[in-house]
């Protein structure tokens, strides 16, 4: 079973910068997408950003532009590199692995527990 740890959340004033991390462990998994959700109070959660195996990303029009994407395929780790952030981007931010297993159909997916990110003044 895959597993996924998030680091990084915290408190940060407008206009400032955080990066969150996530690594993935088990055993007998090929990641394929991996991506970052966000879920403010009220509200579902919704797509930030999202990144391939061959790395290409993709943005919510919210992002782009201040929210980087990244990962290391030998670590089995993502990142988000926030700046220039706003009150707005307040939300509990997840973690999300695709990945498959040899020998088995299909992709499979799992979240992070969430990590809270916390912008005002």
């Known amino acids: 079973q895959v597993q996924l740890v998030e680091s990084g959340g915290g408190l940060v004033q407008p206009g400032g910068s955080l990066r969150l991390s996530c690594t993935a462990s088990?055993?007998?998994?090929?990641?394929?997408?991996m991506g970052w959700y966000r879920q403010a109070p009220g509200k579902e959660r919704e797509l930030v950003a999202t990144?391939?195996?061959?790395?290409?990303?993709n943005y919510a029009d919210s992002a782009k532009g201040r929210f980087t994407i990244s990962r290391d395929n030998a670590k089995n780790t993502e990142s988000l590199q926030m700046n220039s952030l706003k009150p707005e981007d307040t939300a509990v931010y997840y973690c999300?692995?695709?990945?498959?297993?040899?020998?088995?159909?299909?992709?499979?997916?799992?979240w992070g527990q969430g990590t809270l990110v916390t912008v005002s003044s």
């Open positions: 999300n692995v695709r990945y498959t297993r040899p020998y088995s159909v299909g992709i499979y997916g799992v």
């Open positions: 088990g055993s007998n998994f090929r990641i394929n997408t």
């Open positions: 990144i391939t195996s061959g790395g290409d990303t």
